[in-house]
């Protein structure tokens, strides 16, 4: 998505994004339609049966919880890294 960003304004992008993610598609191909197809002010032909080898996209929100166990787990790896370091005289 950060390809479609050096091209597309952020404004542009985060509603094909945003659809792209209630149709259950995320691929950079399936965006850029979208986003396409919105500043063309046409209706996107994505079908997804057409791809039945494409799994379907399963995202769901992210919990601030789930950040703050990744940076406190990152800061006692880096302490413990810290701690193993010898200096040599």
């Known amino acids: 998505m950060l390809r479609l960003l ?3 304004p952020l404004e542009e992008v985060t509603p094909a994004v945003e659809q792209a993610l209630q149709l259950g598609t995320i ?4 965006v850029k339609h979208l986003l396409l197809c ?3 002010r046409r ?3 994505l ?3 057409n791809y039945p080898h494409l799994p379907p996209a399963e995202v769901r929100t992210t919990q601030a919880a789930e950040y703050m166990a990744l940076l406190n787990a990152g800061s006692e790896s880096a302490r413990s890294e ?3 370091i010898e200096v040599q005289p």
């Open 6 to 8: 050096e091209t597309f």
């Open 47 to 49: 079908d997804m049966e």
């Open 82 to 84: 810290s701690m193993s």
């Open 27 to 30: 691929s950079f191909d399936a």
């Open 43 to 45: 209706p996107p032909r």
């Open 38 to 40: 919105r500043i063309e």
